[in-house]
Structures are given as C-alpha cells and as structure tokens.
C-alpha cells in the first residue's frame, strides 16, 4: 500500500499521527559500498533512486555535505521543457518530461508537476523564423510544439504588454504545452524517500575529504565521517564539480563555476498561468501556487564560487521584468539568491564513465538543471549500472571537446558566460 | 563589485566586460600540437580562491585588464594593465615543450 494515501492520512489523524515515519533515515556510513554517489542534491538523489529501481542496486550511499536540498535544487526557478533544437538534447530532456509526467505517482510523493506551458516569446520576424526552425525539429522529434500570433498571446496572457513599452514588440511565440514547473523541495523529498525505502544509505553532513586509490582506480573516498569504500564512485556535485575532480588529481575540466540569481515577489492573485520567456533579453518568469512571481535572467558572467551575486544583473532583470508586465511595476521584490552553475564549454552537460576507472561524472548542467532531473539520475544509474551510457546520454561524453562532437545548442562557442 | 582601474579609478561592475580565465596559455598559431589547442580552448582550472582573469574597461577607457579576485569572496586582489602582466605564471612550462 502506498505510504501516503488518502487512507494513511485518515489512519494517521485517528491516531493522534504518531505513526508517521520520516521520509529517510539518518543512518551511519558502513564501511563499503557497492556505489557511492557524491552529492545529495536532485541529480544525486535521482540516480540512487533509479539505481535501486531499475538496476537493483541497492548497496548505495548518497554522501551530502551539508543537510539534503540545500543546494541548486532548492535554488532554481523550476521550470521544466523539453524545446530545444538539436536531437542529441531534444531526446534527453523528452525523455525528463515523460519521466516528470509520470514521477508524483512513481514515487508516491506530490511534485506538484503542472504543465501550464512555456511560451517563448519572439519580437523580430527573424527570431521568428528560428522558433519555427527549432518548432520543427522539436516535432521531428516527437515533442510538441505551437508557433502562436500576437492576438493569440495577448489572450492567453492578458497582463502582458505585447508592445513591450513600444521598443521589442511581441511578433510572435513559441509554445510548448506540455512543458511547466514542479515543486523543487517536493523533488529532492520524493527521490530521497523513495531511495532510502528501497535501502539507500542518505548520509548527510558527509564531507569528501579524498579519494581512495588502488593504482589508477578509484575504490571509495575519504570524509568527514570516515573513510568509506566502494566498487563505484559517481560525482554528481554541479558547481563544485572542479573543486571534488581535483581531490582526485583531476585539476582542469570544460567546466567554470558562475552564479546564477532568482527572484520571488511578494504574493499576487493569480496573474498568469504558464511561464513566458523574453527573448529580446534573457527573462523567464512563472507565478508560482503562492502567489509569488519567480523569474530569473542571465548569469552574472564571471567565476564564482559565492552563492550571491552582484546588482547590475538585479537591476537589468527588473528592467525587463517590468518591461514585459507594467502592472508589476509597484510589487515588492521579496527575496534574491544565488546558485552555482557548471557551465560547460558547449552548453551541454557530461553523463560519462570515467575520466578514472571505478569513478563516474555527472556535470556541465549549466542552468538548466532542475527539468533534467530525473533523466540526469535515470541515464546517470544506466551510465553506472552498464558501464557504458545509455543512446539517450551517448553524445554526453567528457572527451567529446578533444575529438570535436560538441553539442553546442546556442552555437556560441567556448564561451561558458554564453551559454 | 567595484574593480579599480588604473586609468579611470574605481568603477562599478557595471561599466566591465569579463574576458575570461587569464591562466589560459594559447599555443604558437603555427602549433599543430592538439592537446595544448585542447587545453587552451576548452579547459579550465575553475579556482575556489585566488582566480587570475581578464576584463575589459568597456564602458570606460577600454583598457583591457588582469585582475586577480577571489572567487568565494569577490575580493580583488590585484588590477594591472593586461599587456604589462597578461603573461601567464606557467607559460614557462610550456616554453620548452613543443607547443
């Protein structure tokens, strides 16, 4: 029987809801593993998830630094699509939608998924024609994908001024509806639950201190907690990437560290109900179930390893936000944060065995993390569980810089600040 | 973050552009060596801490700079011209190699 359920909520209030257990345990490291995961965040919980689900592996650690959802997952702006141009991407995040379309009722857990749509909006009639062109190959590969007018937008999302202030007028959009947001907190909860009933070790407060090597091999890691061994080590630490991949001797990566900032508003009436992007500068923007309107813009554009970042980006986001929307002129911005993204030199991100034997890497997700959850974990178990990738993280290899098979989205080169 | 620049004094972020990693060592263009265009390119050290890298001063006199900052606490460190201290540390490294 499902752990929560309508009948588990009934039990539950006539016995005073004693009976409730946490939704992971604090268990102590054991001294071996069959696999250890570095990082206990959406990427990490995920692949321990799908490790114990689809492959059987269940002698697993999820090792945490600090306590579980303290980082990116509980810092993005939560929105999840699957419109992109190039195959190689298009089939992976696909495959993410259709996990997330199906993941409250998998995991028993309410993520909250809501397919209220992403509108990308187009204000020249040449970005016009790349929608299409990309509308195309998201059709071509079995995605779903609506070029809307003008009129079109302004009754799907009335607050919205499509003149945008007379400067970059709305031309046109693309949609694609069954893209939407979920509930991040909810995600890391439910993949962390579902992990540790299947006897995943979730160990928190767990710093990686080393590795542990038998020649060349990778056979487990010091911490903060002791050293632990394991047959397989995977590394699944996004900004951090860098820091942990030089423990192992691993000192340069297509990889540089940046922040990324996201605001939340003050709680409105229900204002809009999809999410809509500004193309004629970088906004994205949903109103979340509080009320709340949670946008973000570009990254700042340097290195940093610091979880905040600078005004200029501040004050050019709130330029555009108020650019798209007048009536949100007057609303108070509640809260700002920052985040550490690993952008990759291509935009795309690395799902590989190696770059050392019994280590695995997970990296490069720039920010676009959080929709590729569960197809990050899902291909990431495959990637360790087979030792070799799965056809949907094939092109996500660390060596494909050296032989020339980027995968570079926004054709914008080596350039991680671009991406 | 204010960078001071030695020409216009201390300006705001704002007024720069980033130019990227500056521990980046780019091959002879007569090179044919893959491995050094690979690291050059496409690798990065990506420092917790001290982290040399180029600005440019574009909103302003269009110097282009090296600064050294802190990359945990955004403390600059060190602001000089990029031609008078562009030159990477461990370009030594590589003078004898075949790059």
């Not at chain 1, 204002?271 to 949670?294: C, E, I, N, P, R």
């Not at chain 1, 676009?368 to 094939?394: L, V």
């Not at chain 2, 269009?62 to 460190?77: C, E, F, K, Q």
Request: hydrophobic share 35%; aromatic share 10%; proline share 5%.
């Amino acid at each position: 029987m499902a752990e929560y359920s309508a009948f588990a909520l009934l039990r539950n209030a006539l016995h005073g809801n004693r009976e409730w257990k946490p939704a992971w345990r604090k268990p102590d490291p054991k001294p071996s593993y069959d696999v250890i995961i570095i990082g206990g965040g959406g990427h990490g919980l995920s692949t321990a998830y799908y490790l114990a689900k689809e492959h059987g592996i269940t002698n697993v650690a999820v090792l945490e630094r600090g306590w579980l959802g303290q980082g990116n997952i509980g810092r993005n702006t939560t929105m999840i699509r699957s419109n992109y141009l190039l195959p190689e991407n298009s089939h992976f995040y696909e495959h993410s939608v259709k996990l997330w379309e199906n993941l409250s009722h998998d995991l028993n857990y309410n993520v909250m998924f809501s397919q209220r749509g992403v509108l990308n909006l187009a204000h020249t009639p040449a970005q016009l024609d790349d929608f299409a062109r990309r509308g195309n190959s998201m059709r071509h590969c079995g995605i779903d994908a609506e070029l809307m007018t003008p009129d079109e937008i302004k009754r799907f999302i009335p607050a919205l001024d499509i003149s945008v202030g007379g400067r970059f007028p709305v031309v046109g959009g693309l949609i694609q509806k069954r893209a939407g947001t979920a509930r991040h907190d909810a995600v890391a909860w439910g993949f962390a639950r579902g992990a540790d009933r299947r006897g995943v070790d979730i160990i928190e407060n767990c710093e990686v201190t080393g590795f542990l090597r038998d020649g060349d091999r990778i056979v487990g890691v010091t911490t903060t907690r002791g050293e632990i061994r394991a047959k397989k080590t995977a590394v699944a630490v996004a900004g951090n990437t860098g820091a942990v991949m030089k423990l192992a001797g691993i000192d340069r990566l297509p990889i540089e560290t940046h922040v990324l900032q996201a605001f939340v508003s003050e709680g409105l009436k229900p204002f809009m109900d999809s999410v809509v992007t500004f193309g004629a500068g970088h906004l994205y923007v949903t109103q979340s179930d509080k009320g709340g309107m949670v946008f973000g813009g570009d990254i700042d554009g340097y290195n940093t390893y610091a979880q905040r970042g600078n005004l200029p980006i501040v004050e050019e986001v709130m330029a555009e936000m108020v650019a798209l929307f007048p009536g949100l002129s007057r609303v108070r911005l509640l809260r700002s944060w920052g985040g550490l993204m690993d952008m990759s030199m291509d935009g795309t991100p690395i799902i590989t065995t190696g770059p050392l034997p019994g280590m695995y890497l997970n990296c490069g997700w720039c920010y676009g993390g959080f929709k590729a959850t569960p197809a990050s974990g899902w291909c990431f178990a495959y990637t360790i569980a087979q030792d070799r990738p799965h056809k949907f993280n094939a092109a996500m290899t660390l060596d494909r810089f050296k032989r020339g098979f980027i995968v570079d989205e926004k054709g914008q080169g080596a350039t991680p600040r671009l991406h | 973050m204010l960078i001071t620049c030695p020409y216009c004094g201390p300006r705001d972020l704002s007024e720069y552009t980033y130019q990227g990693d500056a521990n980046r060592v780019r091959p002879d263009p007569a090179s044919t060596d893959q491995a050094a265009w690979n690291d050059y390119v496409y690798d990065r050290i990506n420092t917790a801490g001290e982290h040399r890298e180029f600005w440019q001063h574009s909103g302003g006199c269009r110097a282009h700079l090296l600064v050294t900052r802190n990359t945990l606490t955004h403390a600059i460190s060190f602001v000089g011209f990029a031609r008078e201290h562009g030159e990477p540390k461990h370009l030594e490294r590589r003078k004898g190699g075949k790059a």
